[in-house]
């Protein structure tokens, strides 16, 4: 009896043995694909969370540039909305006086912020936070009536757009805002006034490059740009040429009332 339970066991424990082996080996030819597919399942997981991500990574995931991209998107929603309810009350012929005010007390808070957070991260690539909060940055440094804070951050936007961490057209569009601010003439033809309805280019330095230069800022020919300017008969090169002087007045009378309401900060 002894004899047979012993048997037995030896049976068993080689039967286990064999079934380990083969176990074994049936593991090591399955991992890598269930480690694969364990991955891309935790890399989605990640991504229907956190869908702000531009192009997410895992392994590079950052708590701390997460919660910046999150507050960034944030302003870029309170930076546009307010435009929006700005633009809407002048179609509606509205005062927007008030809208304004507020608009203005925006966009110091929000360049006081973005100003600190570049002062500490550098510009932030898309990658870093995202596409959106990566044009948020710009944005307030576009919107900030501030000149030193333009012309302070305009180099640095310079070598983002070098690094890839900013556009091309975002470089055009302040580098016109400085100039303009400064009352000086645009090179890129981005910068635009309204008056009765109608937007004038602040002069430009140069209307026959300006659509070469353009073009290597990535941004579409001026004719293209000017389309919604609200002119009866379209515009032109040949309406901007023939109505230099128009503009050049238009210009000098929007920088002296800028220069007031900056003096009144």
Known sequence: MNKQIVHDALILTAFTLVIGVILGAVYGITKTP???????????????????????????YDAELYSIGKELKEIRIEDQSIRLLLMDAWKKKRNA????????????????????????????????????????????????????????????LKEAVQNGAAKGWQYAFLTDRCLMNQGQKQIYGTQRIIRNEVYYLVPL?????????????????????????????????????????????????????????????
């Open 205 to 265: 330095q140069d209307i026959n490059k300006v659509d070469s230069l353009r073009k290597e800022m990535g941004l579409e020919p001026l004719s293209e740009y000017m389309k919604d300017c609200g002119l009866k008969n379209g515009w032109s090169k040949e309406f901007y040429k023939n109505n230099i002087k128009l503009h050049e007045s238009i210009f000098n009378s929007w920088f002296q009332s800028f220069k007031r309401n900056k003096n009144s900060y």
């Open 34 to 60: 269930i480690d694969k597919a364990n991955e891309q399942t935790k890399k989605e997981a990640y991504q229907a969370v956190f869908k702000d991500a531009d192009a997410f990574n895992e392994k590079e």
């Open 97 to 156: 006086d008030k809208i304004r005010k507020i608009m203005d007390c925006i966009d110091r808070r929000n360049a006081d912020r973005v100003t600190e957070i570049i002062d500490q991260y550098g510009w932030l690539s898309p990658d870093d936070i995202g596409y959106e909060a990566n044009e948020a940055l710009f944005l307030c440094i576009q919107h900030s009536e501030d000149s030193l804070i333009q012309n302070k951050y305009l180099p640095i």
